[in-house]
């Protein structure tokens, strides 16, 4: 059983940075998986912010994001962090991370069918 555990998560104002964390244990390796960073605001639906296929770093990004996150992995601590710079209002909501096999990173856009997830960590970005 993969577990999976997000931080980082907190207060911010407009224009500030954030950096989540999400340390998977219970494998051995993530090399089969696709890691991703959801969230999902009150009253709308869970989106794909960011994920990375975890062998060779293939990464994918929500548009509105592209340029501010930066999503990478630490292969020794089997870790995956998203650092968030140059926050908005609208990307406060809370953030999940999950563990998918998926055929192509792309996939992660809207959320697995079948994934590990985490119990989420809430970003608020508020002045």
């Known amino acids: 059983q993969l577990h999976i555990v997000e931080s980082g998560g907190g207060l911010v104002q407009p224009g500030g940075s954030l950096k989540l964390s999400c340390t998977a244990s219970?494998?051995?390796?993530?090399?089969?998986?696709?890691i991703g960073w959801f969230r999902q605001a009150p009253g709308k639906e869970r989106e794909g912010v960011s994920a990375?296929?975890?062998?060779?770093?293939?990464?994918y990004y929500l548009d509105s994001v592209k340029g501010r996150f930066t999503i990478s992995r630490d292969s020794r601590e089997m870790t995956v962090n998203l650092q968030m710079n140059s926050l908005k209002p609208e990307d406060t909501a809370i953030y999940y991370c999950?563990?998918?096999?998926?055929?192509?990173?792309?996939?992660?856009?809207?959320?697995?069918?079948?994934?590990?997830w985490g119990q989420g960590t809430e970003v608020t970005v508020s002045s």
């Open positions: 990375i296929k975890y062998t060779d770093g293939t990464t």
């Open positions: 219970g494998f051995a390796t993530l090399d089969d998986y696709t």
């Open positions: 999950a563990a998918a096999i998926v055929s192509n990173v792309q996939r992660m856009r809207t959320p697995p069918l079948i994934a590990y």
